[in-house]
């Protein structure tokens, strides 16, 4: 089966190239239907969406609860703004809090909005509750780490393109190699306040650390007072096989950050949960959003949620993701240097001598499957976590296909 793309897709090409900003580098696709796990182009094409919006989309395409949810609220009440209560708010961050265990949360909307708040509440907590002098709070970082697109967030990264251009930066973050426990460690002194980190790197590269990391993590920030603040934008939501992927080493962070599958690939949604001691060191004025716990957000995020409970996606992904990750090992393939992840959150790396991962993700395209490649020599699998063994069969098929030539 051959993918075929004609003029029409040709045509929007050059309109999107003409007028876009030039900050992305998109298979050449031009999808305009989606449903579950998968979607159609405008020449007709069908392809199954490994990728789920860097896992935005969970629960698939167009999930039927996360729609009617939507719909039901869209005739009712969109936005208020922060200036007025609505009453969709405080179901949804009910659901948040019992789902996740804290007390409370702070909606946002963009995964990188979640990640400044976090920024900012360990920060006032660090000076008003730690007693850090003023303007000395240090926040420790991982290298390879993806937190997004900010400023202060780029000024951080370890990747030179995501910083390059785009200084002066804000000071206050210290960075240590991913995994080394001992590194955080040494790096920890009476001004550290946070310690910012995704418990598997999934823009990195998926990234897995070492065993027991996560919870060598857990121990220090308690010994020394550090705010442990989990990145669970990608890794969350039942993506890595379990509700959070802290959640494999029984942690419990003191910052959760959630974003991506919270909004069900339906809104923008985004959410820094914590308890009160934490949570409460921001008073009126100190923070916000005009959209941030808006009633349709909130109406879709709560929807999104129940989705990811009562389908029981996190064991889902556990299951499928096991037994995709074996069927990959099997593949005798001269290109594959590894084959990592948790759950359904894989990444095939691609050895240096078989050239970059991209051309094997445009050969995949060519076979109906949407894989994007992440850090030049790895390409990402991460279906919605709706997906069934036959369709990941399906996609295992043609995979092998690709890989074995
Ligand atoms: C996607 C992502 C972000 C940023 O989210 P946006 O919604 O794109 O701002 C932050 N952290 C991680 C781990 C992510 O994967």
Redo the contacts with the bound molecule.
Sequence with gaps: MNHNTTSKTASLLAEINQYSAHNYHPLPVIIEKGEGVWVWDVDGNRYMDMLSA?SALNQGHRHPVILAAARAQLDKLTLTSRAFHNDQMGPFLKTLCEATGFERALPMN???EA?ETAIKMVRKWGYTIKGVPDNQAEIIVCENN????TTTIAGFSSEAQYRDGFGPFTPGFKCIPYGDAEALAAAINKNTVGFLV?PLQ??GGVVVPPDGFISKARELCSQHSVALMA?E??TGLGRTGRLFCCDWEKVRPDVLIV??ALGGGVY?I?AAIADAELMDVFTPGDHGSTFGGNPLAAAIGRAALSVILDEKLPERSDQLGTWFIDKLRAIDSPHIEEIRGKGLMIGVVIKESSGKARPFCEALQKKGILAKETHHQVIRFAPPLTITQTELAFALEQIQQVLST
């Design positions: 860097y963009t995964g990188m990640v993806f937190h997004g697109r995704e999934g823009e990145d934008i990608q974003g991506k923008p985004s």
